[in-house]
């Protein structure tokens, strides 16, 4: 069985970027922050997650704006605090909630039987009859191609392991006995509260910084707020 369509007027891949959250992580590092200024870090537009509407989010929150190119990213700096990765739900601290989720549908299905294998280079076969789910996200979509048999997305209410190497704008999930829909929603990272897979757990699969991975999404995917 192989189903592979284009879903027109659909928006296949997005960065959805949760302003509140912004604005209450500002809240929280200000109230922390005591007598001092707290002052967001928005380098790099504002980590991938848009320089204009993360400082009027975080300016409601409480915080200041200042350029820091010239400084180290977060930390005390005599009567400021600055507020980088904390600003942006970048780590599991429980006040704090993140602010980007990224997503992809589904653009395809295939069943293979064992010993066929999947993607460039064949870098992986099926070791017994298994269904797949082709995803529109790829490497020029800002999903490191590290994550090439490493990395899994929540799909159907479970995580799936990419098999195979990720390509431009694809890759292939593993789905065993299990089914998608052409359609269906895998999400990357999002919102840990609702059962989806954390930024820094995605980051440390493949070994690179939460901050890395929000800001290279940010500038590749189309952002939804």
Request: hydrophobic fraction near 45%; aromatic fraction near 6%; charge should be negative.
């Given at each position: 069985?192989?189903?592979?369509?284009?879903?027109?007027?659909?928006?296949?891949?997005?960065?959805?970027?949760?302003?509140?959250?912004?604005?209450?992580?500002?809240?929280?590092?200000?109230?922390?922050?005591?007598?001092?200024?707290?002052?967001?870090?928005?380098?790099?537009?504002?980590?991938?997650?848009?320089?204009?509407?993360?400082?009027?989010?975080?300016?409601?929150?409480?915080?200041?704006?200042r350029?820091?190119?010239?400084?180290?990213?977060?930390?005390?700096?005599?009567?400021?605090?600055s507020?980088?990765?904390?600003?942006?739900?970048?780590?599991?601290?429980?006040?704090?909630?993140?602010?980007?989720?990224?997503?992809?549908?589904?653009?395809?299905?295939?069943?293979?039987?064992?010993?066929?294998?999947?993607?460039?280079?064949?870098?992986?076969?099926?070791?017994?009859?298994?269904?797949?789910?082709?995803?529109?996200?790829?490497?020029?979509?800002?999903?490191?191609?590290?994550?090439?048999?490493v990395?899994?997305l929540?799909?159907?209410?479970?995580?799936?392991?990419?098999?195979?190497?990720?390509?431009?704008?694809?890759l292939?999930?593993?789905?065993?006995s299990?089914?998608?829909?052409?359609?269906?929603?895998?999400?990357?990272?999002?919102?840990?509260?609702?059962?989806?897979?954390?930024?820094?757990?995605?980051?440390?699969?493949?070994?690179?910084?939460?901050?890395?991975?929000?800001s290279?999404?940010?500038?590749?995917?189309?952002?939804v707020?």
């Amino acid at each position: 069985m192989r189903e592979v369509m284009t879903l027109p007027g659909s928006r296949i891949h997005s960065a959805s970027i949760d302003l509140s959250a912004i604005r209450d992580n500002a809240a929280v590092l200000a109230r922390r922050a005591g007598s001092r200024v707290l002052v967001a870090d928005v380098r790099a537009d504002a980590y991938g997650h848009g320089l204009t509407a993360v400082t009027d989010a975080a300016l409601d929150g409480g915080a200041f704006i200042r350029d820091l190119d010239f400084a180290a990213s977060s930390g005390v700096h005599g009567d400021f605090v600055s507020a980088g990765v904390a600003l942006y739900g970048l780590s599991s601290d429980p006040e704090l909630r993140a602010a980007m989720r990224v997503s992809a549908l589904v653009v395809g299905t295939k069943t293979i039987d064992a010993g066929e294998s999947v993607s460039y280079g064949y870098t992986w076969t099926a070791s017994a009859r298994t269904n797949l789910a082709l995803v529109g996200i790829g490497y020029a979509d800002g999903l490191d191609r590290i994550a090439s048999n490493v990395g899994s997305l929540l799909l159907e209410g479970a995580a799936r392991r990419i098999v195979g190497r990720v390509a431009m704008n694809a890759l292939v999930l593993d789905l065993g006995s299990d089914r998608a829909a052409i359609g269906d929603e895998a999400v990357v990272f999002g919102d840990p509260l609702a059962g989806e897979p954390a930024v820094w757990d995605w980051a440390g699969s493949l070994g690179r910084p939460s901050a890395e991975i929000v800001s290279v999404f940010g500038s590749h995917l189309p952002r939804v707020y």
